[in-house]
């Protein structure tokens, strides 16, 4: 089975650049969740989708940061325009449906790295 | 507000040592869920467990255990007989009433085994 594919998995930009991640959820999962890791700050939520639909976005840093999600199996993280601040790895999760909170299963993530 | 605190920033231990990782939280949901997750040297967040607010039973999964109390509102993890494979940063999180499915994340306890 696939498990949640995210691309890329580094990235290395210049500050000011737009910078784009994907997501593809595991087929079947209707929650999606952008995380952020950084040494700082640990694991944060930044947005969190339930079929297709912003549920929780109180986590995203500020206006140069957006998500979307089209269809139930591709997401994007944007960081419009990038600062060095923003290096950090970013975790793609997905969970089934369920009447209970079913566990999220997360991809390899991206390592951004700004400069 | 949820909170997950994980007082133990590293932990070491020789091989075949038992070792518990402690994992105290915060909420003010009557239902949520407590899950541990494993964060080898690789990156990936590997899920391990998870436990709604309504069981307390006690579970064992081969040389690993999780310890529910709501009581003292921990979630302990033991991994008994360590081996060097063991070695990962582990993080305890929460997510809080069903269909908030978002986690709430400890800072994570680093697990070194020696051989």
């Known amino acids: 089975d696939a498990g949640v594919i995210q691309s890329p998995r580094h990235e290395v930009t210049e500050m000011g650049q737009e910078v784009t991640l994907r997501c593809k959820p595991i087929?079947?999962?209707?929650?999606l969740f952008w995380y952020r890791q950084t040494m700082m700050r640990g694991l944060e939520l930044l947005i969190y989708f339930n079929n297709n639909v912003p549920i929780d976005d109180s986590g995203m840093p500020e206006d140069r940061f957006s998500a979307k999600m089209p269809n139930a199996s591709f997401s994007t993280l944007k960081i419009q325009p990038s600062e060095p601040r923003d290096s950090a790895v970013y975790f793609c999760a997905s969970s089934r449906p369920g009447t209970e909170n079913t566990e999220a299963f997360f991809g390899q993530g991206t390592r951004l790295t700004v400069v | 507000a949820q909170k997950v605190t994980q007082a133990q920033t590293e932990i070491s231990v020789v091989e075949k040592e038992d070792v518990t990782l402690d994992c105290v939280y915060e909420?003010?949901?009557?239902?949520?869920?407590l899950f541990w997750y494993k964060q080898p040297p690789s990156g990936e967040l590997v899920f391990l467990i998870r436990r709604n607010s309504f069981d307390e039973q006690n579970e064992i999964s081969g040389r690993y255990s999780w310890n529910f109390q709501k009581s003292t509102s921990s979630f302990n993890f033991t991994i008994t007989a360590s081996q060097v494979v063991d070695s990962a940063v582990y993080f305890c999180?929460?997510?809080?009433?069903?269909?908030?499915?978002?986690?709430?994340f400890g800072s994570g306890t680093r697990l070194q085994v020696q051989p």
């Open positions: 909420t003010r949901d009557t239902t949520y869920y």
């Open positions: 999180a929460l997510s809080g009433g069903t269909g908030r499915r978002a986690l709430t």
């Open positions: 087929s079947g999962h209707n929650s």
